[in-house]
């Protein structure tokens, strides 16, 4: 089974910028899609982007209305890395970040999940 690790998260003024990166332990991004998922406190786990399978480091994208401009998911998958450029941080950015490989039946059935990074963005 592949594993997913998120990485870059850190505390930053709004207005600034971070690159997050979700790790697999094995080649997957090239043949599964992927997404981007938020937790703020008190909140649900809400969706920010996708990305489908490829070879291309950018094709296949779609964001939420509340990052879109402002994210940018690219992928290395010589590197099995999928990234997420966030830029012009706003407060209410300020949450765990996932990244996630939906199962796909019947094949591969476990939801892979990350264990989260924080973003925390300051005013």
């Known amino acids: 089974q592949v594993d997913l690790a998120e990485s870059g998260g850190g505390f930053v003024q709004s207005g600034g910028s971070l690159r997050l990166s979700c790790e697999a332990t094995g080649a997957i991004f090239n043949i599964r899609p992927m997404g981007w998922y938020r937790q703020a406190p008190g909140k649900q786990r809400e969706w920010i982007a996708s990305?489908?399978?490829?070879?291309?480091?950018?094709?296949?994208?779609s964001y939420a209305d509340s990052v879109k401009g402002r994210f940018t998911v690219s992928r290395d998958n010589a590197k099995n890395i999928v990234y997420l450029q966030m830029t012009a941080l706003k407060p209410e950015d300020t949450a765990v970040y996932y990244c996630n490989v939906p199962p796909k039946m019947p094949l591969n059935p476990v939801d892979l999940w990350g264990k989260g990074t924080q973003v925390t963005v300051s005013s």
């Open positions: 990305m489908s399978a490829g070879l291309t480091p950018s094709g296949g994208t």
